[in-house]
């Protein structure tokens, strides 16, 4: 299966662990709270925006960090094999590796992030992602050197910030990585979709390929989930009425004089 669906010879990030007690807060805020509070506007607090973007296939994120005076911004092309929610997850944690170094302003660390399921994911007691694991730990060691919290932040309601990493975000998805996919352990949802899509293709193939179901074909031209998913809501009557039609199995005379005749 290697040869014919090249991702899955690539390691997986599936890694089930625990994820140790968080030395920091996540706060979730409504829009109403930001519109009122303005949590980017404290001054006495150094901000780090993040985001991950998809753009033709390729994926990319960045952050920007407001210390003080000093402006850091980071872009990371990640290449085709990645997902949006991969590239939020490294955001965060690249954004977490950056400040732990840097000499930072006395006050608050604040990373900031649109990605309610990466906030999700890092809150959780335990995960099967080994790049959530790691992300985790990053965090947790800023957490114990600075007073830090992770915070979400509407997206495009135009905090600048959020709009400068967004922007830094697509223009990393629209570079080409430079090296061997891929940039990260591929996830099980990357290789469970390219499995699928090998099945399609395979079937698709045979369907063109037969001379048999002529009138199958003409209702079904090559596989749909959307036409599968759509008879799977189908009550059994239905669903046995749409068969009929579509294979021509049927009580009407044509299909009952080939069944009498034989093949």
Request: hydrophobic fraction near 40%; include cysteine.
């Amino acid at each position: 299966m290697a040869s014919d669906i090249p991702i899955t010879s690539i390691p997986c990030s599936y890694k089930f662990n625990w994820l140790p007690k968080r030395s920091f807060d996540i706060i979730c805020h409504n829009r109403e709270s930001w519109i009122q509070n303005k949590f980017d506007k404290e001054i006495a607090c150094v901000q780090c925006f993040t985001d991950g973007s998809n753009s033709n296939d390729n994926t990319g994120c960045a952050f920007v960090i407001y210390n003080g005076n000093q402006v850091l911004e980071r872009i990371f092309p990640l290449g085709k094999m990645c997902t949006a929610y991969d590239s939020e997850v490294y955001a965060i944690m690249q954004a977490a590796y950056a400040l732990a170094t840097m000499s930072l302003s006395p006050g608050r660390v604040r990373i900031f992030t649109d990605s309610m399921s990466a906030l999700q994911a890092v809150s959780k007691c335990h995960t099967a992602s080994a790049l959530v694991c790691e992300c985790s730990m990053s965090l947790n060691q800023l957490g114990e050197k600075y007073l830090f919290e992770l915070f979400w932040i509407p997206a495009h309601s135009g905090y600048a910030g959020n709009e400068r990493a967004d922007m830094l975000a697509k223009e990393a998805a629209e570079r080409s990585f430079c090296g061997p996919e891929s940039a990260l352990p591929v996830s099980s949802s990357c290789i469970q979709g390219a499995v699928i899509n090998w099945g399609f293709e395979c079937f698709n193939r045979l369907w063109l390929e037969t001379i048999r179901h002529r009138q199958s074909k003409i209702f079904l031209e090559w596989a749909s989930d959307y036409c599968g998913n759509s008879c799977m809501t189908l009550n059994k009557k239905s669903l046995r009425l749409v068969t009929h039609i579509v294979t021509g199995h049927n009580l009407l005379n044509s299909h009952q004089t080939t069944v009498k005749g034989g093949f």
